[in-house]
């Protein structure tokens, strides 16, 4: 019930584009995607509630599949403030449980 | 700060200890969740209040004690802890509705000796 995200971790360079899937066996209603930094509280990044939607956030947007029971999130010439662990949620149709993904931690280096 | 705080951030506790965490949220909003988060393993929901009701308990040990006087207040109350249960714990509150995120606060970092 646990979405899965993948990769676990990537190391980037400054201005490389990462892609991070996060895929579930449940039928979704919404994916959330948060980023935590290091020592800091997990932030709100976007929420998306229908399939084929897309948002962004500066460089960064996301994708969800509602079919697939999937979301990828889209990280578009990296900056070094984008290290962090991201995570996706997803709350199932039955409204009855909302789970995160283990995390993908993402490390931009100059 | 993200509107949701967090007090202590950092404890040391024996194990015949009793302490609490605070956690505190002017953002109006009536939910206030409870996560463990350890390390390589994902957050864990504990309990969910609403309006200052608990809905969830999410068969979590009775060493851990929620309380929630009012909707901008969630207290976690700690006795007899064992080391496993050394973690960050986070609090969150989120708006009504399926379309709000949730807003983290920057957790309390407990370490079991």
């Known amino acids: 019930q646990q979405p899965v995200q993948s990769p676990q971790a990537v190391i980037l360079r400054e201005g490389e584009d990462a892609v991070i899937n996060c895929s579930s066996s449940k039928a979704l209603y919404s994916v959330h995607w948060y980023r935590q930094k290091h020592g800091e509280a997990p932030v709100f990044l976007m929420i998306l509630l229908k399939g084929g939607e897309q948002k962004g956030h500066e460089k960064i947007s996301a994708s969800f599949n509602e079919k697939k029971q999937q979301s990828s999130l889209y990280l578009t010439a990296s900056q070094l403030s984008y290290s962090g662990t991201y995570f996706c949620?997803?709350?199932?149709?039955?409204?009855?449980?909302?789970?995160f993904g283990s995390g993908t931690k993402l490390n931009v280096k100059p | 700060e993200t509107g949701v705080t967090q007090t202590p951030r950092h404890l040391v506790m024996g194990m015949t200890n009793k302490k609490s965490l605070k956690c505190e949220q002017h953002?109006?909003?009536?939910?206030m969740y409870w996560y463990k988060q350890s390390a390589k393993k994902p957050l864990e929901l504990m309990f969910v209040y609403n309006f200052k009701e608990q809905t969830e308990n999410n068969s979590v040990p009775s060493r851990f004690s929620p309380e929630c006087p009012n909707s901008s207040h969630l207290f976690l109350h700690l006795h007899t802890l064992q080391p496993e249960d050394s973690a960050l714990y986070l609090c969150?509150?989120?708006?009504?509705?399926?379309?709000?995120?949730?807003?983290f606060g920057s957790g309390t970092r407990l370490t079991v000796v």
């Open positions: 949620g997803t709350l199932t149709y039955n409204f009855n449980k909302f789970y």
């Open positions: 953002l109006g909003h009536n939910a």
């Open positions: 969150a509150s989120k708006g009504q509705g399926a379309s709000y995120g949730y807003t």
